[in-house]
């Protein structure tokens, strides 16, 4: 159950990173949506490895194999099964991690939780290449929001402490909220992009990496979305987004700052335009008490530094029970962070679809 979305969507996740593939099943998906295959593939390709010198440098197509769920390229209504071939792997490189656990990944706990059954290679079923059928379903849903006014766009707001310009909480458009989507660098500011870029290629000459937070804007979602208690919109994002490897916090509007603010300042006064109900700013971030108010969703992921590193670590030989040090090889990004944009609004997308399925049922009811 745990690789599993359980909603109004049903999402199932299925492989490890060197075994023969990776895919997702995709369950209740409304019927007759097109799927403009071109448009799924470029969005993948911003997630995909080697395209880069700030990437790993392991190359996969990520051209998906459709077993079931679409006909003519529209969806049928049957469950939508999509597979992608592991041709790039080393496993090699991993010989070693089941007794000498790599610090910063799940070698360990994977090792206690399996009792050593589990795949260690390229990191198994906890690999960062499970994103590629993450982002390939949240694609799928990315597409049929769009098609009801809903922009999810995202873009790098830092890297290390290298910082990006951020999107406008009340007046961001839809068109702004993609651009970052349409360069090669994923960024509001392209100086700041660069600057981004150097700091993480000196990360990788020294062989180190850098973390980063994304920022991301869900524009053209109405109010009334989501449920109080534990089945809201912050709720509903916030547990796909942290099925993201990486990720390792996610804050609403101001987040943390909310907490040094006074109420004054934190409330976003209402007002009336054009017989609609706004609001002057947005520090709650599109969301109170679990439903949407009408502004912008807006949300930022923290996303730690990547744990494979070149420099010598501390680790422990858990066949002899003794201290080790570990150099590990393989091939790694020197920053996850640019190519998880694209996750982030695939998650996004599957929560927000997911929401729009419930909403139809709930007025149906």
Known sequence: MSSMYLGNLKISLFGQSHGKGIGVVIDGLPAGEKVDMDALQAFMQRRAPGNSDVSTPRKESDVPNILSGLTDG??????LCAVFENTNTR????????NVPRPGHADYTAQVKFCGFQDAAGGGHFSGRLTAPL?????ICKQILERRGIAVGAHLLSVGNVRDAGFDPVSVTAKQVLLPGSKPFPVLSDEAGEQMRESILRAKAMGDSLGGIIECACVGVPAGWGDPMLDGMENRLSRILFAIPAVKGVAFGDGFEAAVSAGS???DA???EESAVKCRTNHAGGILGGITNGMPVLFRCAIKPTPSIALRQESVNLASM???MLEIGGRHDPCIAPRAVPVVEAAASIALLDAWMGEKMYKKA
């Open 265 to 267: 300042v934190q409330n």
């Open 322 to 324: 003794e201290c080790e």
């Open 270 to 272: 209402y007002y009336i």
């Open 74 to 79: 529209v969806t049928c209504g049957a469950p």
């Open 91 to 98: 496993s090699s490189d991993y010989d070693r991690l089941k």
């Open 135 to 139: 982002t390939f379903a949240g694609g």
